[in-house]
């Protein structure tokens, strides 16, 4: 099993910024991919940002410029840099880890993010 626990959302001011973790235990070994996806209330889940094990990186339009993804494999830690935040990147963001094989998913319990003043 994969435990992912997500960290450091919070109220920020438009303009603002944040950064969220989310640490990997367990069989984490069997994970490649991991990324960020976001709810917002009333909306579907969509995909922030990926990366892989070794580095490459995927970011969604909506946020590209603004956020920023990362990860430390020596911690099992993934990263997501939230820069020039607007109140429609308001929602509960999610961790996600996929097997090497994207034939699972493991999910993070979610990380609320309110951009409002």
């Known amino acids: 099993q994969v435990q992912l626990v997500e960290s450091g959302g919070g109220l920020v001011q438009p303009g603002g910024s944040l950064r969220l973790s989310c640490a990997g235990s367990g069989s984490i070994r069997i994970i490649g991919t991991m990324g960020w996806y976001r709810q917002a209330p009333g909306k579907q889940r969509e995909l922030v940002a990926t990366i892989t094990r070794s580095g490459s990186t995927s970011i969604a339009d909506s946020v590209k410029g603004r956020f920023t993804i990362s990860r430390d494999n020596a911690k099992n830690t993934v990263y997501l840099e939230m820069n020039s935040l607007k109140p429609e990147d308001t929602a509960v963001y999610y961790c996600?880890?996929?097997?090497?094989?994207?034939?699972?998913?493991?999910w993070g319990q979610g990380t609320q993010v309110t951009v409002s003043s």
């Open positions: 996600n880890g996929k097997t090497y094989d994207w034939t699972r998913d493991y």
